[in-house]
């Protein structure tokens, strides 16, 4: 069994990663760290070398953590949300463990809501981590 999380480079994205680490080594799971991304003209080449150092960088951080961690750059064309319940039903994960952040009715209206989609279609359970 796994431990999914998804990562960005932000607050939250942090407070969910170390989270799932501490999960990991608790639980003796393997953790995936997913960095997911719509793809096409909204990742330009910078944006994606930026993405995936940042992706690195946090797996260098990790090395040491005791837990056995794989790390995965996804640009699939998919919401993230998508590409997490994907990467769970995959790998048959026990958990996934997302990072949250205050966002406005209006926001949320506008640009819909991965965490939301998560936790209403995930095939396991969610632990939701504010930043």
């Excluded at 919401?79 to 026990?94: F, G, K, R, S, Y």
């Excluded at 209206?109 to 504010?130: E, M």
């Amino acid at each position: 069994m796994t431990i999914v999380v998804g990562f960005v480079p932000t607050k939250e994205g942090r407070a969910a990663l170390a989270r799932a680490v501490q999960e990991a080594r608790e639980r003796s799971r393997r953790l995936i760290v997913i960095n997911s991304h719509r793809g096409g003209r909204d990742l330009d080449d910078d944006a994606s070398r930026a993405a995936e150092e940042e992706l690195q960088r946090a797996a260098e951080e990790l090395s040491g953590s005791g837990a056995e961690i794989e790390v995965r750059q996804l640009v699939r064309g998919n919401e993230p949300a998508e590409d997490l319940i994907a990467v769970a039903t995959e790998t048959e994960a026990d958990l996934i463990v997302i990072g949250l952040r205050r966002r406005t009715p209006v926001g949320k209206l506008i640009l819909g809501s991965n965490a939301q989609r998560i936790l209403l279609d995930a095939p396991c359970a969610v632990l939701a981590v504010k930043g």
